[in-house]
């Protein structure tokens, strides 16, 4: 019997609702179980809907809902994978026009810039305006800037729970 090691949650902050039904349907095939959300208007983006979902499952499940997701380039969306033994947490995001941010993620959601990425920075960056520039990439600037008007549209949003069949 396996056991479920993981769990995070499933942001589509931006969906036409044309898609929302295939989404479901790429989330179920992720998880081999039926997927019903609870879509909301998303008054960031005129005509686009919104949902959540708290997910549980094996560690590698957040990149395989991404890859899911991903398929439709007009979607913007988040994934968190949570820590398990062994692995670091990940928080995955896609905005048209940037593709996919992926970045670990501590315990308490900080993102995780490693040594050898500041190092890489720090010899490449021809100047302080550049190597700030550099530290934004790594921590997800362009995405963040992107998202947070469709994240507070999501503010006080249910939450469903997605169980991975295993």
């Given at each position: 019997?396996?056991?479920?090691?993981?769990?995070?949650?499933?942001?589509?902050?931006?969906?036409?609702?044309?898609?929302?039904?295939?989404?479901?349907?790429?989330?179920?095939?992720?998880?081999?179980?039926?997927?019903?959300?609870?879509?909301?208007?998303?008054?960031?983006?005129?005509?686009?809907?919104?949902?959540?979902?708290?997910?549980?499952g094996g560690t590698g499940t957040g990149s395989r809902l991404v890859a899911a997701l991903r398929q439709w380039p007009m979607l913007r969306f988040e994934v968190t994978e949570e820590a398990?033994?062994?692995?670091?947490?990940?928080?995955?995001?896609?905005?048209?026009?940037?593709?996919?941010?992926?970045?670990?993620?501590?315990?308490?959601?900080?993102?995780?810039?490693?040594?050898?990425?500041?190092?890489?920075?720090?010899?490449?960056?021809?100047?302080?305006e550049a190597f700030r520039h550099g530290v934004d990439e790594l921590l997800g600037a362009p995405?963040?800037?992107?998202?947070?008007?469709?994240?507070?549209?999501?503010?006080?949003?249910?939450?469903?729970?997605?169980?991975?069949?295993?």
């Open positions: 019997m396996s056991r479920r090691s993981t769990q995070g949650v499933v942001f589509v902050h931006a969906c036409p609702k044309a898609l929302c039904q295939h989404v479901e349907w790429a989330l179920e095939r992720v998880v081999g179980a039926p997927v019903s959300l609870t879509w909301a208007d998303q008054p960031a983006a005129h005509g686009s809907y919104r949902a959540e979902i708290a997910w549980t398990s033994h062994g692995n670091d947490g990940e928080r995955m995001a896609y905005v048209p026009g940037h593709g996919v941010f992926r970045a670990p993620m501590s315990a308490n959601g900080d993102l995780i810039i490693t040594e050898q990425q500041l190092r890489h920075l720090a010899a490449t960056a021809t100047s302080v995405w963040d800037a992107d998202l947070e008007v469709y994240r507070h549209a999501g503010d006080s949003s249910p939450i469903t729970w997605l169980h991975q069949v295993v």
